[in-house]
C-alpha cells in the first residue's frame, strides 16, 4: 500500500498528519462548501466594495441584493439592512445564503 501511495503522490488517511479538511479556493461555478466558504465570503465582498454602497440604495430604501423574490428588508433603513445579514449569516440553511450575507455584512459593515 505505502509504495503505491507513494507512486500516486497521495498522502495516506492512516498518517498521522494526513488532513483532508483543508480549505480551498472558490472559483466561479463551484459549490460553496464548508471548505471553500471563505474563498467565496472574499470575493464576494470585493464585488459589493467595488459596486459601492449607492448600487445597494434605490427608491431611497436599502435593498439585500440576494433576497429578489421578497424584497429585504421592507422599511429599507440601513440598519435593519445590517441587522437581516447578520441574521441569515447565522441563521440560514443553506451555505451559499449564508455565506453571501456573511460578505454582504464585511463588505458594507458599519457606516
Known amino acids: 500500500m505505502k509504495r503505491k501511495l507513494a507512486k500516486t503522490g497521495f498522502k495516506s488517511p492512516y498518517d498521522y498528519d494526513y488532513d483532508d479538511d483543508e480549505p480551498y479556493e472558490y472559483h466561479s461555478g463551484d459549490d460553496v462548501e464548508d471548505g471553500n466558504k471563505e474563498s467565496f465570503i472574499e470575493k464576494?465582498?470585493?464585488?459589493?466594495?467595488?459596486?459601492?454602497?449607492?448600487?445597494?440604495?434605490?427608491r431611497g430604501m436599502f435593498r439585500c441584493p440576494?433576497?429578489?423574490?421578497?424584497?429585504?428588508?421592507?422599511?429599507?433603513?440601513?440598519?435593519?439592512?445590517?441587522?437581516?445579514?447578520?441574521?441569515?449569516?447565522?441563521?440560514?440553511?443553506?451555505?451559499?445564503?449564508?455565506?453571501?450575507?456573511?460578505?454582504?455584512?464585511?463588505?458594507?459593515?458599519?457606516?
Open 44 to 58: 464576494e465582498a470585493h464585488k459589493i466594495r467595488e459596486k459601492g454602497k449607492a448600487a445597494y440604495f434605490k
Open 66 to 111: 440576494y433576497c429578489t423574490t421578497k424584497p429585504k428588508p421592507r422599511d429599507g433603513i440601513y440598519e435593519h439592512l445590517m441587522s437581516h445579514a447578520r441574521g441569515l449569516s447565522r441563521s440560514a440553511e443553506d451555505i451559499k445564503t449564508r455565506a453571501e450575507h456573511e460578505a454582504l455584512l464585511k463588505a458594507l459593515g458599519p457606516i
